[in-house]
Nanobody
Framework: QLQFVESGGGLVQPGGSLTLSCEASGFTVDYYAVGWFRQAPGKEREGVACLSYSGGIKKYSDSVKGRFNVSRNHYTKKIFLEMTSLKPEDTAIYSC???????????????WGQGTQVTVSS
């Protein structure tokens, strides 16, 4: 099945940190931008960050700007989302998908992963 596989989620206290990773299964991320999204229960999916293939373009939602950092390793083909100063409102399922350029409309993304759960709670 062609999709990203996300990992690294878990339970963390407010103010804590987590690093998520995603890896493509069955397709390439070479020459593609990758985006991170999240969806909390009862809410619409939200774009969190995107990263161009070169890594030179990074975009973040206002809700995570200054706290999250997106990066990629061209050797391992993995894409990372470093999350710091986590808040309870960051609780959601986080997933990634690829697109041609960053930023892009959500409809242009493909190969969505199942996601990894992040829960921020004391």
């Amino acid at each position: 099945q062609l999709q990203f596989v996300e990992s690294g989620g878990g339970l963390v206290q407010p103010g804590g940190s987590l690093t998520l990773s995603c890896e493509a299964s069955g397709f390439t991320v070479d020459y593609y931008a990758v985006g991170w999204f999240r969806q909390a229960p009862g809410k619409e999916r939200e774009g969190v960050a995107c990263l161009s293939y070169s890594g030179g373009i990074k975009k973040y939602s206002d809700s995570v700007k200054g706290r999250f950092n997106v990066s990629r390793n061209h050797y391992t083909k993995k894409i990372f989302l470093e999350m710091t100063s986590l808040k309870p409102e960051d609780t959601a399922i986080y997933s990634c998908a690829r697109t041609r350029v960053c930023p892009s409309e959500e409809g242009s993304y493909e190969y969505w992963g199942q996601g990894t759960q992040v829960t921020v709670s004391s």
